[in-house]
């Protein structure tokens, strides 16, 4: 079984090996902190790391582990590792203190601890006993076997920095001690490996946003219904939420049951537990315990019902109530929706990344074409929302919505994005051509030898051990054993010195395959030799006299490979479906709402300024205040129906192509407007330098409008910039801006 990991992933866990190769050499005990987003994958990464930086090690290094997590996340992770490395046979194994033999952890072994069962003096696997069977003798006896000692704290927030932490990681004192955490604490760390929230999102592991009682500012309390409870109207809204997002999963023939997750008020002294009431609710709706929709997961005996399975996508469980439990280590992608009540006298909600984590992962770890499957819904009866979620969250967290108007129609508009490119870490097809062109450079026709000597397998002829309890570096012997290599021998030596040569790309399959292709490609168009001759192919490149040109050349398409793909691109693709204004856009607490008539979403929200929260809409102060103007001429204008402010993020906004340092990249207009006489205004706002360096955007946007009005489209444009109090706009094939010398810029006269 072969695991495709996602791109960010791949160049984590490339990345984290690297760094903690270096620590491995570096004097003293050093700290690697790993930093990646709820959702993300961390537990694999750190999985694949491990497996990696054992593999065909020949430095001798040996190594054992210990995994130190807090509450039962510590089972979790040594069953998923357990999992990971069973069906791939690697020889890592996963114990608990009772599994160690020898009292010692072995090579290869990675002890899982729960923090609570080590941090305190006189707990069982502290104190000394009389069997000498505490973690510092184990530690002590597994140094003396000469094995290197890497430390592993699962989510390191909760542990790590607090006086006693520090004392007994010391205690400990692991060669390198690995911080594994979306928001770890500690400051002196030698090497960071951070995954970017953004790298997560794009690649469909999460969801793009969380919203707050979404269309609670259009509700309407029914008279009829005066009993009805704060706690009851954000309970009816969560289920029916679930029920319209069953409805869309079932359309798009995806087989997820969508989870609401309710998190219980802890229970006080003297008061009703709430768990009493939202259960009777719930019955009322009918959810109930017993036909299988409701499940409940709480610390209290016998309160753990239909949670078997719970987190396959077809589960038929549709609601599960929680307090504490699930807040850290629980993963169940298909939850979708997280329902919270008032903390009785409590006004404001205080909650945290881990909570809200449990809601973000995507069920398929993919985006869907409708928007509110990528988004996370959370309702709650509190009356005001204070945050203290981490900074790579808070973005994410929607309050407010714009909703498109009903006098909309289609516009249907050719749109484009950026596609996170995805072979930084791993050979394309494009590596064939690459190949070819270093083979060239390097004159591999000329310098390769046909005739060349046998390749074999050497075996050792007669060798001695003298002293086997002395380490023994080489072994006495007499001669070597040359048996030339069968076909089957030849293709297993082939795919390794593909695979030896990959470096700094990750060994996996397809890219060996993609080295091993260009070979018999070049061999097939420079000398004739086809599929029949593929193991001769391979004699002739595993020969001794031809493997270091071989392996030059692969060094050299590898470089041009990285400097063609360049790291961080992205690869400009056509939208699937024709684009138009979104339904619903939702806006987090950096937004206010302005009164304008003519946008096509109403209410219409705008950035607050000064602000330094992340942004989907604005690029800088300067344009915003452009843009304000923009919009107030708009709101004016006879001739404009109505006016959409776009935004700057995949496919979701538009974007015009255009080539920048012979990059295609994705040009998101400022404003898209459609006027009375069925003309649609494609404009872009600029000023001051911003209108100097828009070159290469303007003249994207002019070849875009005139590609789409060949094909029937009523499209116009350019940049526009207000010069002394007017409106001008630029829509020339060739872009110029000179502020002494306005001769391109049209005025622009839209009454």
């Known amino acids: 079984m072969w695991i495709e990991f996602k791109n960010y992933q791949e160049k984590a866990i490339v990345k984290l090996k690297q760094e903690v190769n270096d620590l491995l050499d570096a004097e003293g005990n050093k700290i690697c902190i790993f930093r990646s987003p709820t959702g993300s994958g961390k537990t694999l990464m750190v999985a694949e790391f491990l497996k990696r930086l054992i593999d065909s090690r020949v430095d001798g290094k040996k190594f054992s582990f210990v995994w130190i997590a807090v509450n039962k996340l510590h089972d979790q992770s040594r069953d998923s590792l357990k999992k990971y490395y069973d069906q791939f046979g690697v020889s890592l194994k996963c114990s608990y203190f009772d599994d160690l033999d020898e009292r010692k952890i072995g090579e290869n072994e990675i002890l899982f601890l729960n923090w609570a069962s080590i941090n305190k003096k006189g707990n069982i696997y502290v104190r000394e006993n009389e069997r000498d069977n505490n973690l510092s003798n184990i530690i002590a006896r597994t140094k003396d076997d000469g094995r290197i000692i890497i430390l592993v704290i699962d989510e390191s927030h909760h542990t790590a920095n607090g006086d006693k932490s520090k004392e007994l990681i010391q205690d400990i004192a692991p060669k390198v001690t690995i911080e594994v955490s979306a928001t770890p604490q500690i400051s002196d760390a030698n090497r960071i490996v951070d995954v970017d929230r953004e790298d997560v999102r794009d690649e469909g592991m999460i969801k793009k946003e969380v919203v707050v009682n979404e269309g609670f500012e259009n509700y309407e309390i029914d008279s009829r219904k005066a009993d009805e409870t704060a706690d009851e109207i954000v309970l009816k809204a969560g289920l029916n939420k679930r ?3 069953q409805k869309q ?50 610390s209290e005996k016998d309160s753990k019902v239909n949670l078997d399975n719970i987190e396959k996508p077809e589960n038929e469980v549709e609601i599960m109530i929680f307090k504490q439990a699930i807040a850290l280590g629980w993963d169940c992608p ?85 596609k996170r490119f995805r072979e930084e870490t791993r050979l394309s097809a494009d590596f064939v051509p690459i190949f070819f062109q270093a083979a060239k450079e390097l004159k591999l026709k000329d310098r390769i030898s046909l005739k060349h000597s046998i390749v074999d397998t050497k075996l050792i002829a007669t060798g001695r051990v003298i002293d086997v309890d002395k380490e023994t570096r080489t072994i006495e012997k007499k001669g070597t054993l040359n048996i030339p290599k069968n076909e089957v021998e030849l293709q297993e030596a082939f795919d390794t010195f593909a695979r030896e040569n990959l470096i700094p790309f990750a060994p996996e399959l397809r890219s060996i395959k993609r080295i091993n292709d260009s070979i018999y490609r070049f061999f097939d168009k420079t000398f004739k030799m086809g599929v029949d001759d593929w193991p001769k192919i391979q004699a002739i490149i595993l020969a001794d006299e031809n493997q270091q040109i071989v392996i030059d050349v692969i060094n050299r398409a590898k470089d041009l490979y990285q400097e063609i793909v360049g790291r961080g691109k992205r690869q400009l693709v056509m939208n699937d479906e024709p684009w138009n204004v979104p339904e619903v856009i939702n806006y987090n607490l950096t937004f206010v709402k302005k009164d304008y008539k003519k946008s096509i979403t109403l209410p219409y929200y705008a950035r607050t300024k000064g602000t330094d929260n992340y942004s989907l809409f604005e690029e800088n102060e300067e344009d915003s205040v452009i843009e304000t103007d923009f919009i107030k001429y708009l709101e004016k204008a006879k001739q404009v129906k109505w006016w959409f402010k776009n935004g700057k993020q995949d496919g979701s906004y538009f974007a015009v192509p255009y080539i920048e340092n012979g990059i295609d990249k994705p040009f998101y207009v400022d404003f898209i407007v459609t006027f009375v006489n069925g003309k649609i205004g494609l404009f872009d706002t600029k000023g001051g330098i911003y209108a100097q360096t828009a070159k290469e955007r303007a003249e994207g946007l002019v070849e875009y409008i005139a590609s789409e009005n060949k094909k029937g489209k009523k499209l116009f444009g350019g940049i526009v910039l207000n010069e002394k109090g007017s409106w001008r706009l630029n829509g020339s094939k060739t872009y110029t801006y000179n502020p002494k010398n306005l001769k391109d810029w049209k005025f622009l006269n839209l009454d």
């Open 243 to 245: 029920a319209q997002l």
């Open 334 to 418: 298909r939850a979708h929706i997280l329902v919270l009540f008032r903390q009785w006298k409590e006004e404001t909600l205080v909650f945290s990344l881990q909570t809200l984590g449990r809601i973000m992962r995507m069920p398929e770890q993919k985006h869907y074409p409708i928007s509110s499957l990528n988004t996370a819904y959370l309702y709650t009866s509190l009356s005001d929302i204070h945050t203290r979620v981490a900074n790579d969250i808070a973005h994410d967290f929607k309050v407010f919505e714009s909703k498109r108007r009903d006098d909309y129609a289609d516009i249907n508009l050719v749109s484009y994005h950026a």
């Open 249 to 298: 999963f079932e359309s798009l023939k995806a087989n997820v049951n969508p989870l609401l997750l309710i998190q219980l008020p802890d229970t006080r002294r003297g008061m009703t537990d709430k768990k009493v009431e939202i259960i009777a609710l719930l019955k009322k709706f009918g959810y109930t315990t017993d036909n299988g929709k409701l499940a409940i997961y709480l």
